[in-house]
């Protein structure tokens, strides 16, 4: 599911500040982006296991906002409906 925003957390900020170099720290950033609003996993291949271990930190938060957001959503579509379908028995 794609979303259009997330929460980004100082965890994660502070995780990331300890990478060494400004291109892990960047690809850092990527992966949780991409991850939160796409739902792509990062790329194992190539990236360093500290990335990985950043990522491996936010996954579980953005896992859990994006469930709950999930939830959310369907609840306020199906109180939609059930008003819509109030709205059209008292037509009748």
Request: net charge positive; proline share 2%; charged share 35%.
């Amino acid at each position: 599911m794609k979303r259009k925003q997330f929460t980004f957390y100082e965890s994660f900020h502070a995780s990331i500040q300890n990478l060494s170099t400004q291109k892990e720290k960047l690809q850092a950033y990527e992966a949780i982006c991409n991850y939160a609003l796409y739902g792509q996993l990062p790329k194992m291949e190539g990236r360093k296991s500290s990335i990985l271990a950043v990522f491996s930190i936010a996954k579980p938060v953005l896992d859990t906002a994006r469930k709950r957001s999930s939830r959310i959503l369907n609840r306020d579509k199906l109180s939609s409906q059930e008003k819509e379908k109030e709205k059209e028995e008292e037509k009748d």
